[in-house]
């Protein structure tokens, strides 16, 4: 019987079991309960120390649109901001241990009082009623005290991995981490609600078997004399059901008119892709069941952009295809771009789009299937989330 295991959740289990096992065998001594009080103290400092560092990070950073945070920010010198912006992850690497440091030591000025005034005459109590009190009740009693502990553990090695996995992209990590539940309700009650920045965004990408040759294809392996492997350009993505651009973006009036109702009679072509790419993320709903589909079988399933358009649902390629076929309808030039996207937990395939502003003469990044939840047309971080572009095809 094939048994599935997923390492991560064993991991992140075996963290938060362990400490608790550990308390639950320590003897019962009185100098044991007041160690495990003032680690339980410590710990408590520690995590609050760290997610309030977090936290402020984010909101200086991030979520700055207003008051004293965004005075603090402009407080930062321009060259940091510059060179910070759009590095989601470098800049907690930075910032958090800086103000961990500062909360801790504010922390610390306040435990040791407290703790002889709170929790040694606790310790006393708790010894006084363990100590005639059965072994189960003693184990139970030094497992709960660990709790915060294995807590804190679990959230640790959560937000590693995170980070990890945005600067190290792996298939079967990517695939571990997006199958295990354990860390799919750690990311959902603790990581995003800490990080909350483009980091931690939940949005659609494909992780299956296609990621393995979509990174074999962007970064090389090795040739058998050691010299780097030459890049293989593909034209069609396998996990796209083989379907070629051309049948993909095929157009029929009922798109090609709704592109031109879109633009009306605006003239800017960036105004008027952008017009379209509005249109695009909002009218169009990412079909989960298609993407759980096509990363188990490709076969059968359709894609492009008549079938994103007739059904109004379609996973990432259908929304470029959609895309490209409306910005063609208005006599705007546009790519197919495919790379791999940051869905906020890891990495997988992605496809998304660049349109061709020909009054500012440059390409216009944009990516209508992220567009459901925020702006990503002519973003200036958008390769925090986007990486390995790979243009497919221009019209």
């Not at 358009?309 to 259908?318: N, P």
Request: glycine residues 6%.
């Amino acid at each position: 019987m094939d048994i599935n295991v997923n390492p991560i959740t064993i991991g992140l289990v075996a963290l938060l079991a362990v400490p608790l096992v550990q308390g639950a065998l320590e003897p019962l001594s009185l100098g044991g309960i007041r160690q495990r009080l003032w680690s339980l103290l410590d710990t408590l400092g520690f995590f609050l120390a760290l997610y309030m560092a977090i936290v402020l990070t984010r909101r200086i950073f991030f979520d700055h649109e207003s008051g004293v945070f965004l005075s603090i920010y402009n407080w930062i010198p321009e060259n940091i901001r510059v060179f910070l912006y759009g590095q989601d992850v470098l800049i907690y690497i930075i910032v958090v241990p800086i103000f961990l440091l500062i909360l801790i030591e504010l922390i610390r000025l306040l435990t040791p009082a407290l703790f002889k005034r709170c929790l040694l005459p606790l310790a006393d109590r708790l010894y006084a009623s363990l100590a005639n009190s059965g072994r189960l009740l003693s184990s139970s009693a030094g497992a709960l005290a660990q709790v915060p502990r294995a807590a804190f553990m679990v959230f640790i090695a959560g937000l590693l991995l995170n980070f990890f996995a945005y600067y190290c992209p792996s298939p079967s990590l990517s695939k571990w981490m997006n199958e295990s539940t354990a860390y799919q309700g750690l990311y959902r009650q603790a990581l995003y609600p800490a990080l909350n920045s483009n980091l931690a965004k939940k949005v659609p990408v494909l992780v299956n078997d296609s990621f393995a040759q979509a990174l074999d294809r962007v970064i090389p392996r090795e040739t058998p004399d050691g010299s780097p492997a030459p890049q293989r350009s593909v034209r069609v993505i396998e996990y796209f059901n083989g379907v070629t651009l051309d049948e993909a973006i095929k157009s029929n009036p009922q798109i090609d008119q709704t592109a031109r109702t879109i633009v009306g009679n605006e003239s800017n072509s960036k105004k008027k892709a952008y017009l379209i790419y509005q249109w695009v993320s909002s009218h169009i709903e990412y079909d989960y069941d298609k993407a759980a589909t096509i990363s188990r079988d490709a076969r059968g399933i359709q894609s492009g952009s008549q079938v994103a358009f007739g059904q109004r649902k379609g996973i990432c390629f259908d929304y470029s295809c959609l895309y490209i076929s409306m910005c063609r309808a208005v006599g705007l030039k546009v790519r197919l771009i495919t790379g791999l996207g940051y869905s906020g937990i890891s990495w997988g395939d992605h496809a998304w789009n660049q349109v061709y502003s020909s009054e500012e003469q440059r390409w216009i990044n944009l990516d209508a299937t992220f567009g459901t939840n925020g702006r990503y047309f002519d973003k200036p971080d958008f390769n925090a989330d986007h990486r390995y572009a790979e243009i497919q095809g221009e019209w």
